[in-house]
């Protein structure tokens, strides 16, 4: 048992000549916001429907909800789905289209059936068929369907894929009342990794099948902050003199360049005392790198291979 809500293991899917996941071993928290992110074809689409259960593994292992094997039988119920298109009766209303879904579950109750209808936004839809609605209420009716049966933890790919953007903006606070009031553990797919920045508490890089880089919210905002980069000699020597200038938000990244992530007005200041304390300064600038740009690095610049 691990402190986990999902982990995999190794989790591999081979078609024919092709491995669309290869080895991805994941680490989601119980009440996180994970955001799988990966450029098209990536094998997102078919790591999710492994956890969902909609693709067996070829290889590798599953854990939710700190069960293995068999035993996870017992807790795909505690799952909600939303991959690819919802299964949408475009003759039906939202509320029947919630209704029927929760029937086949065994679990319809009217008053949970309009709670949906409420997160979702759709409350006021009435009689409105589907084959009416825009994409943006479709998507929101389609998380609703995940919601049937009160799942522990949310699948979501792609969700805000194609919206506008005040689609992107409904989706997104639905996602974040429903991790923070009602305490879903939600994974969600995107290639923008920009998008998902607002919402997600962790991430998962995923490139050509594998888990490049896994890292928490808190871990991305200092790689991507706006910081002081000095390219130097002896950053050892360089460590006392900024503790000596009350710079201590810094961090020495290997042996030749030192990011300080405070006080960025003082760069200048910060150059002189290194000279006077005879330190070879390379180069000293203010860096900031956006998020896109580091995933763009992360998975090989513009090469679309
Ligand atoms: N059923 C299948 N049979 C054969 N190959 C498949 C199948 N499903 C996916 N693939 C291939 O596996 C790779 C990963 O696809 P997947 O749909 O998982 O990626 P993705 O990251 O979700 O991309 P997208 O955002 O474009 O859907 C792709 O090269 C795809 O062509």
Same mark, same amino acid.
């Given at each position: 048992m691990s402190d986990y809500l999902l982990?995999?293991?190794n989790l591999t899917k081979q078609y024919k000549k092709q491995k669309a996941v290869d080895n991805i071993s994941v680490h989601i928290e119980r009440?996180?916001?994970y955001g799988l992110i990966g450029r098209n074809g990536a094998g997102k689409t078919t790591f999710l429907k492994m956890i969902s259960r909609l693709a067996a593994p070829t290889s590798g292992e599953i854990e =939710?909800?700190?069960y293995q094997k068999k035993a996870i039988d017992n807790v795909y119920d505690r799952i909600g789905m939303l @991959? %690819? %298109?919802p299964g949408l009766y475009p003759n039906l209303n939202a509320f029947d289209n919630l209704k029927l879904k929760a029937i086949c579950? !065994? &679990?319809y109750k009217k008053e949970n059936v309009n709670d949906i209808l409420e997160i979702v936004g759709l409350n006021n839809t009435g009689n409105k068929k589907i084959k009416n609605f825009s994409l943006g209420m479709k998507q929101r009716l389609g998380i609703g369907m995940a919601l049937v049966g009160e799942p522990d933890l949310l699948v979501l790919d792609e969700p805000i894929? !194609? =919206?506008d953007p005040q689609g992107i903006v409904e989706v997104r606070d639905i996602i974040l009342k429903l991790n923070q009031e009602r305490n879903i553990t &939600?994974? @969600?797919s995107s290639h923008i990794l920009e998008e998902l920045s607002k919402l997600a508490t962790h991430y998962g890089i995923i490139h050509q099948g594998r888990l490049i880089e896994e890292f928490s919210k808190e871990e991305i905002l200092q790689k991507c902050s706006e910081r002081i980069e000095i390219i130097l000699e002896e950053p050892d020597r360089a460590c006392t003199i900024l503790d000596g200038l009350k710079i201590h938000n810094y961090k020495v990244v290997d042996e030749k360049t030192i990011y300080v992530y405070e006080k960025l007005e003082e760069m200048g200041d910060i150059n002189m005392e290194l000279s006077v304390n005879r330190i070879k300064v390379n180069s000293i600038n203010v860096?900031? %790198?956006s998020l896109e740009k580091y995933f763009m690095e992360l998975t090989g610049g513009n090469d679309n291979a």
């Open positions: 982990r995999t293991i009440g996180a916001i =939710l909800f700190g @991959i %690819e %298109e579950m !065994g &679990v894929n !194609g =919206l &939600v994974i @969600i860096i900031k %790198e």
